[in-house]
Every structure is written in structure tokens, then in C-alpha cells.
């Protein structure tokens, strides 16, 4: 601890991201990438780049980015904002739209950035429980809040709701913001973003996007959020009082090219849901009991034997997968949806280990 650590520094508890291995062998089903790469039009566009041209700055507004997320969803442009991966999105958010004079509300089990943010910003929260299941009750976000915010599907859950009592919660909610952050969206869950294409767009809706998962760039760190052109002016506003260049031109360009090829995203991800399903037979075969998943990974607990202790088993073999120690969810795992080998090599492991 330096002595020049301002206030705040002292009383933050960082984000802990997935561990990135450097093993030789490796079996990585932790950090729940793609495990089939990204659309060779990106890497192609990428490439295609002028090296000399980036000597410039590239373009601030990603207006070409923009345009292309746009068309995609049916959108207008203005509704589009753009950040260096989600997570700088998310920043955005919690600086711009979320600190306000009443607590924000997340659940209590959910992406654990939510409250590293809080902390970071001076934001005050407060955690509404999940429900036996582990699943979110939009019910349960009764009492006035300075915005409401979780995935769809929650993280590390895998759980979906519908959109329908997404529209619900935001028919009870009007006098705050609801941000619904769709990381996983593309393994089987109902997006949001239909919502905001009508000429009665929410004006608190905001929709948030990743391309490190369905669209395998997470190396690339893209982000979007999309919502009425109200708040996409306040994300801006902290943008540019931030840093008025997230996206370098490599990355614009990959991202444009990723967002065009719709084929290769709904191919890959059609495999990974295949693959999930396999997956979670396979493991109810030996015993597991595991959530309804509609993300690229499934969370799992065997009854007769501890979380930490599995993953220390799959470890030693050279498997990685992710625990977590918090309340409620310590002998549970969650593991990335890999390729099918990926996944035969992950039940055999088990198998030996719960012989």
C-alpha cells in the first residue's frame, strides 16, 4: 500500500477476471470464450487494414460501427453507443446513468462487477435475492431505485426470463433506468432490443452488448449498448469526458465485418447449443444436478462432493473451469461450453474422479 493512494483506492476490492493459464496442455472451459473462432470476414477485414494509417487516430464516434449495429437491430444510429468491450460500456453506465440519489438494484448472485463498480463510482446498491431456483423474479424489484441492472441470461447462472416480464418490469419501473446486459444473449434467450424499435422507444431502457462471446473477439474488446437516443447522449457525454477513442481502426474494422456476417454467428452458435445440451446429459448421467442454461455455459453441482474440490480435480488434469466462493453458490461450477472433444474430455475426467 502507497502512501499516495488516494481514498477510494484503499477501499476497493478489484474484479477478479477468469484466469488465463499458461499451461502447455489445456482443456479452457473458464472464461467462457468461443471455442470456434471468429468470422473469417473479420479476420479478412482486420488484416485488410493499411498499417500506415495507423499513425492516425481513428474515426471517435465509430460512425461506421454504429451504422452497421444499427441496421442489424433496426435501429437508428443515435441509439447506438460503443465502448472498448462491455465492460467499459458497463463503466459508463454506472458513472452516468445509475449514480443517482437512490440505490441501484441487482441480484444478489449475478455478474460480480456490478458491485466493484458501485464501489468504484460511490454508488450506493442494494442486492435482491434470486428465487429458490436461482432464478430472477422481476416482481421482486418493487421499491423505488436509482436503476435496475442484471444480465439476461444471469451470470454465472445461465438463466433467462422472458422478454415479456422484461416489458413488465419496465411498465412498474418507469422513474429509473433498466439495464439489461445480454453478454450471452445469442444461446437462446429473447433479446431486448426489439423493444427500442418502436416509435414509443422506452426512454429507460438500455440494452447492453458484447463481441467477445457469440462473435469469438473478446481479444478485440468491442462493446455496444443500445437505447433511446436520450441516454445513449449521456453515455456519450461520459465518453468523451473519459477517453474520446475506445475503438482503435483494427478493432472497428474486425467489429463491422463480425456484425455483418450473421451467418457465421448463428452457425457457431447453434453448435455450442448442441453441444450444451449433450453436455448437461451427460453430467445429470453422473449424477449432477444442473441449472436451465440459455448462455455458453452451464452451472453444476454434484451433491456428494464439493465444488473447490472438483475443480481442484479437473485442475490437476489439466482442465480449468471456473468456482466461485461466494454464499449459495460454492459447490457449484461453472463450465464454458467448449467444442464436443472439449467436452468428452471434461466427462471422462469426471467420470475418473467419481470413481
Not at 22 to 34: A, G, H, P
Not at 131 to 160: H, K, L, V, W
Not at 290 to 310: C, D, M, Q, W, Y
Request: charge should be neutral; hydrophobic fraction near 40%.
Amino acid at each position: 500500500m502507497s502512501r499516495f493512494w488516494s481514498p477510494v483506492v484503499k477501499t476497493l476490492t478489484p474484479y477478479v477476471p477468469g484466469e488465463q493459464p499458461q499451461m502447455q496442455r489445456l482443456v479452457k472451459l473458464n472464461t467462457n470464450e468461443s471455442p470456434y473462432g471468429p468470422s473469417p470476414k473479420a479476420l479478412a477485414a482486420i488484416e485488410g487494414q493499411n498499417t500506415a494509417d495507423l499513425r492516425l487516430y481513428p474515426d471517435p464516434e465509430g460512425a461506421a460501427l454504429k451504422q452497421a449495429i444499427a441496421k442489424l437491430h433496426g435501429l437508428d444510429p443515435k441509439q447506438v453507443f460503443l465502448g472498448n468491450g462491455s465492460d467499459e460500456v458497463l463503466a459508463h453506465v454506472f458513472a452516468g446513468l445509475l449514480k443517482q440519489s437512490k440505490p441501484v438494484n441487482f441480484p444478489d448472485i449475478t455478474y460480480s462487477f456490478y458491485p466493484v463498480y458501485c464501489k468504484l463510482f460511490g454508488i450506493d446498491y442494494q442486492t435482491i435475492p434470486l428465487g429458490d431456483q436461482f432464478e430472477i423474479n422481476t416482481a421482486d424489484y418493487q421499491t423505488p431505485n436509482g436503476g435496475i441492472i442484471f444480465p439476461n441470461p444471469n451470470a454465472p447462472t445461465g438463466r433467462s426470463i422472458p422478454r415479456s416480464e422484461i416489458e413488465a418490469l419496465l411498465s412498474r419501473n418507469k422513474d429509473s433506468v433498466v439495464v439489461i446486459d445480454e453478454a450471452y444473449v445469442d444461446y437462446g434467450t429473447e433479446s431486448c432490443i426489439p423493444l427500442l424499435r418502436s416509435k414509443h422507444c422506452p426512454e429507460n431502457l438500455l440494452v447492453v452488448h458484447t463481441l467477445s462471446k457469440s462473435r469469438a473477439l473478446a481479444g478485440l474488446r468491442v462493446g455496444f449498448a443500445v437505447g433511446h437516443p436520450d441516454l445513449i447522449e449521456g453515455l456519450e457525454r461520459v465518453k468523451n469526458s473519459f477517453n474520446s477513442y475506445p475503438l482503435g481502426r483494427l478493432a472497428q474494422a474486425g467489429a463491422i465485418a463480425a456484425i455483418e456476417d450473421q451467418s457465421h454467428l448463428e452457425e457457431t452458435s447453434a453448435k455450442v447449443i448442441q453441444t450444451r445440451t449433450q453436455l448437461i446429459e451427460q453430467l445429470n448421467a453422473l449424477g449432477f444436478e444442473t441449472l436451465p442454461s440459455t448462455a455458453n455455459f452451464i452451472f453444476t453441482r454434484h451433491p456428494k462432493h464439493a465444488g473447490v474440490e472438483l475443480y481442484q480435480a479437473l485442475r490437476d488434469r489439466g482442465i480449468i473451469v471456473r468456482h466461485f466462493k461466494s454464499a449459495r453458490i460454492e459447490d457449484f461450477l461453472r463450465i464454458t461450453i467448449g467444442t464436443d472433444a472439449q467436452s468428452g474430455e471434461l466427462v471422462a475426467a469426471l467420470k475418473e474422479i467419481l470413481s
